[in-house]
């Protein structure tokens, strides 16, 4: 372990939510000389996946939802997230336009909107795992909070408070005869690449320095030398440090190899449906004053979500049934590596058919209104899984000064105001005294069962395996 200074050179790989929530807060506890090396220039591109983008954090936007079922510790984190979600709006508002960055100067300014999130289930009873939730809800107090819609009272207290117009978006009553959901009030969404140039902007005015260029901002590799970490550049430098954070996202098992059996990289399947802005009904239906987020057949087989509208009416909608694995060669190693629209040598834009499939589904049965208007694009998400969906943040077992910050599996935007504030206290040596830096701690399982990650190359969910959807599919057939 690293005995930190003030003034220490700290060095973060990433600059996706893990490394710029760390950055700042670094950067706001005291530390003078932080610097952030990306290969992608996330200033330039404002994070926006439409720019060129290709990270997990590069994205339109992002579900927040505060309800945790029985991890109580992430519902407490991301409750003392939530609070400074708000801040970080009001911070906006009162940030005159032409000091913020690009992307929150035009259009919405907003980063975190409280839409409400309603879960949706797939049949005509509740599964049990919602009927479970709603139990531990009660038991923490916060049960007031969401709307049954097949609750009279739910129904009533829904009305008072203004929510009862999201009961039921896709008039599944009327058209199905059946709608079993609930409206958890308390979540909604936040712009990502927004979210992401805002904390970027609030990093560089606490002092973080970056490097975020294709070859100087590359990293390569990391090396040691007289018990510091050396990091090795694309353009052939040498930096060396007194601390390094790697916070590389999918990319990370590829640079850190101690991570293998503990983290895995994986993608999710993304589809957009572009909404007609000349056509109000639907541009109006689809707006977050309408329309909450949204989740289908969660834990009963289905597993599809969507968000509302984006400014530019995007309407996007992902698949988490399952998550993707793709095996490359690296230095001599077979890791599950990303591969994306546009920074990695291999290019993929398209997702498995089965991916496409199940949201083509959810369209048909609950947005029948927007089939004719077919898929505008796909994307794969990549993650970085861990074996029990716990982040990793910790010191890496046998390489001095390095650092692991890594392992979001599938849920950690919500916490970039305040992951930073964690993981400072792990390397400041005080992890085993904190709640967080206990469950994010460098650890094993002897379990046969660890989160998908023991199939390896053999299992059943690497992308080479998968029949792609092509163009032709994203149209819908009667
Ligand atoms: C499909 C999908 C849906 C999700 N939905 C939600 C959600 O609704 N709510 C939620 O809370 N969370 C969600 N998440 C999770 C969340 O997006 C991630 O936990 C989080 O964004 C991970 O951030 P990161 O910093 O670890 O990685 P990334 O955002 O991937 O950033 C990694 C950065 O490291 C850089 N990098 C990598 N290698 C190198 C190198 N060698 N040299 C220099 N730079 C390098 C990359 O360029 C990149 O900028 C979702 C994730 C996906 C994929």
Same mark, same amino acid.
């Given at each position: 372990?690293?005995?930190?200074?003030?003034?220490?050179?700290?060095?973060?790989?990433?600059?996706?939510?893990?490394?710029? *929530?760390?950055?700042?807060? $670094?950067?706001?506890?005291?530390?003078?000389?932080?610097?952030?090396?990306?290969?992608?220039?996330?200033?330039?591109?404002?994070?926006?996946?439409?720019?060129?983008?290709?990270?997990?954090?590069?994205?339109?936007?992002?579900?927040?939802?505060?309800?945790?079922?029985?991890?109580?510790?992430?519902?407490?984190?991301?409750?003392?997230?939530?609070?400074?979600?708000?801040?970080?709006?009001?911070?906006?508002?009162?940030?005159?336009?032409?000091?913020?960055?690009?992307? $929150?100067?035009?259009?919405?300014?907003?980063?975190?909107?409280?839409?409400?999130?309603?879960?949706?289930?797939?049949?005509?009873?509740?599964?049990?795992?919602?009927?479970?939730?709603?139990?531990?809800?009660?038991?923490?107090?916060?049960?007031?909070?969401?709307? =049954? *819609?097949?609750?009279?009272?739910?129904?009533?207290?829904?009305?008072?408070?203004?929510?009862?117009?999201?009961?039921?978006?896709?008039?599944?009553?009327? =058209? $199905?005869?059946? @709608?079993?959901?609930?409206?958890?009030?308390?979540?909604?969404?936040?712009?990502?690449?927004?979210?992401?140039?805002?904390?970027?902007?609030?990093?560089?005015?606490?002092?973080?320095?970056?490097?975020?260029?294709?070859? =100087?901002?590359?990293?390569?590799?990391?090396?040691?030398?007289?018990?510091?970490?050396?990091?090795?550049?694309?353009?052939?430098?040498?930096?060396?440090?007194?601390?390094?954070?790697?916070?590389?996202?999918?990319?990370?098992?590829?640079?850190?190899?101690?991570?293998?059996?503990?983290?895995?990289?994986?993608?999710?399947?993304?589809?957009?449906?572009?909404?007609?802005?000349?056509?109000?009904?639907?541009?109006?239906?689809?707006?977050?004053?309408?329309?909450?987020?949204?989740?289908?057949?969660?834990?009963?087989?289905?597993?599809?979500? *969507?968000?509302?509208?984006?400014?530019?009416?995007?309407?996007?909608?992902?698949?988490?049934?399952?998550?993707?694995?793709?095996?490359?060669?690296? =230095?001599?190693?077979?890791?599950?590596?990303?591969?994306?629209?546009?920074?990695?040598?291999?290019?993929?834009?398209?997702?498995?058919?089965?991916?496409?499939?199940?949201?083509?589904?959810?369209?048909?049965?609950?947005?029948?209104?927007?089939?004719?208007?077919?898929?505008?694009?796909?994307?794969?998400?990549?993650?970085?899984?861990?074996?029990?969906?716990?982040?990793?943040?910790?010191?890496?077992?046998?390489?001095?000064?390095?650092?692991?910050?890594?392992?979001?599996?599938? @849920?950690?935007?919500?916490?970039?105001?305040?992951?930073?504030?964690?993981?400072?206290?792990?390397?400041?040596?005080?992890?085993?005294?904190?709640?967080?830096?206990?469950?994010?701690?460098?650890?094993?399982?002897?379990?046969?069962?660890?989160?998908?990650?023991?199939?390896?190359?053999?299992?059943?969910?690497?992308?080479?395996?998968?029949?792609?959807?092509?163009?032709?599919?994203?149209?819908?057939?009667?």
């Amino acid at each position: 372990m690293t005995t930190l200074e003030h003034s220490s050179k700290i060095i973060i790989v990433g600059s996706g939510v893990f490394g710029i *929530s760390t950055a700042l807060w $670094l950067a706001r506890s005291g530390y003078s000389d932080v610097t952030i090396l990306d290969m992608q220039d996330t200033a330039a591109t404002g994070y926006d996946p439409l720019s060129g983008t290709d990270s997990a954090s590069a994205d339109l936007n992002k579900i927040i939802r505060f309800s945790y079922g029985s991890e109580i510790e992430y519902q407490r984190l991301a409750s003392e997230a939530a609070q400074l979600w708000d801040d970080w709006n009001r911070e906006i508002a009162a940030t005159p336009a032409d000091e913020l960055p690009e992307s $929150l100067r035009e259009g919405d300014r907003k980063l975190w909107w409280n839409v409400g999130l309603l879960r949706m289930s797939c049949e005509s009873e509740f599964g049990a795992f919602e009927i479970e939730t709603l139990e531990n809800m009660e038991r923490e107090g916060i049960r007031e909070f969401q709307f =049954r *819609s097949d609750d009279d009272a739910d129904i009533a207290r829904a009305k008072q408070r203004g929510w009862a117009h999201k009961l039921d978006p896709c008039r599944r009553q009327k =058209r $199905l005869g059946t @709608h079993k959901a609930v409206l958890d009030s308390t979540a909604g969404f936040v712009y990502a690449y927004k979210s992401c140039a805002w904390a970027q902007y609030l990093a560089k005015k606490a002092g973080v320095k970056t490097t975020l260029d294709s070859v =100087r901002g590359k990293v390569i590799d990391i090396t040691s030398r007289d018990s510091r970490p050396v990091v090795h550049t694309a353009d052939g430098s040498e930096h060396i440090a007194d601390l390094v954070v790697v916070a590389g996202g999918g990319w990370t098992p590829s640079l850190i190899p101690e991570v293998q059996g503990l983290l895995e990289t994986t993608a999710g399947s993304v589809a957009n449906i572009q909404i007609p802005m000349d056509d109000p009904d639907l541009w109006g239906r689809f707006a977050p004053e309408n329309q909450p987020v949204i989740s289908w057949g969660s834990h009963q087989g289905k597993e599809v979500y *969507s968000l509302p509208r984006d400014e530019n009416g995007i309407f996007k909608i992902g698949w988490r049934k399952t998550k993707w694995t793709n095996f490359e060669d690296v =230095r001599g190693r077979r890791v599950s590596v990303p591969r994306t629209a546009h920074v990695t040598e291999k290019k993929e834009t398209r997702v498995p058919i089965d991916a496409l499939n199940g949201i083509k589904e959810y369209i048909a049965i609950n947005f029948p209104e927007l089939v004719s208007l077919g898929i505008s694009s796909t994307r794969l998400c990549w993650y970085t899984d861990s074996i029990d969906n716990s982040f990793v943040v910790d010191f890496v077992p046998g390489c001095p000064g390095v650092a692991v910050c890594s392992g979001g599996s599938g @849920h950690g935007f919500k916490f970039l105001p305040i992951l930073g504030r964690e993981v400072v206290k792990i390397l400041e040596g005080k992890g085993s005294q904190t709640v967080y830096g206990q469950m994010w701690r460098w650890r094993s399982s002897s379990e046969s069962k660890r989160n998908g990650l023991e199939e390896g190359e053999e299992g059943p969910r690497v992308l080479s395996k998968q029949a792609m959807a092509s163009e032709a599919d994203w149209k819908f057939t009667n």
